[in-house]
């Protein structure tokens, strides 16, 4: 396959998953607001699933045009920015964990009790660490955006 072809699915492929993070994180955002329901949980667990997936897919992407894509891995492993981006992208990742494993937690909850009502403090962790991901997803675009024009070679 031609190399330029390979570099344009890759670069769809990992805006793709930044567009379904997006939607699915705002997804999760406006649903955490809603009256809480057996229905809304689950939901809640379904979206957060796509936000795994877009998250895999943006990794696996990523990684995709690192090794394959036409700037060569050269251009990305000795930019400092890069390793900025890719520490943010952890950390987004690391604040989705209490998420996860919350919304897992009220599904389980809601399966065994259809009136299940997440406490306050839960709900308001969960809410906390969405906002952290929101501030952090919203200054990765800036160092791609810088590292594309070249800033951060050493």
């Known amino acids: 396959m031609d190399a330029v072809l390979i570099d344009a699915i890759l670069a769809y492929l990992h805006h793709l998953g930044i567009g ?19 229905t809304l949980i689950t939901r809640l667990a379904r979206i957060d699933s796509g936000t795994g997936f877009a998250a895999a897919l943006i990794l696996f992407a990523g990684v995709g045009r690192v090794m394959y894509g036409l700037k060569g891995s050269a251009f990305y492993v000795a930019n400092h920015i ?55 997803i919203l200054v990765i675009p800036l160092a791609a955006v810088l590292m594309a024009r070249g800033f951060g070679m050493r």
């Open 20 to 38: 379904l993070l997006i939607v699915c994180l705002a997804m999760e955002t406006a649903l955490l607001r809603q009256p809480f329901t057996s």
């Open 82 to 136: 890069f390793w900025t981006k890719m520490t943010m992208f952890a950390l987004v990742a690391l604040a989705s964990i209490p998420v996860t494993l919350a919304i897992l937690k009220w599904r389980k909850a809601a399966l065994v009790d259809a009136n299940y009502q997440p406490d306050a403090k839960s709900l308001r962790r969960v809410q906390r660490h969405i906002q952290i991901e929101w501030g952090i």
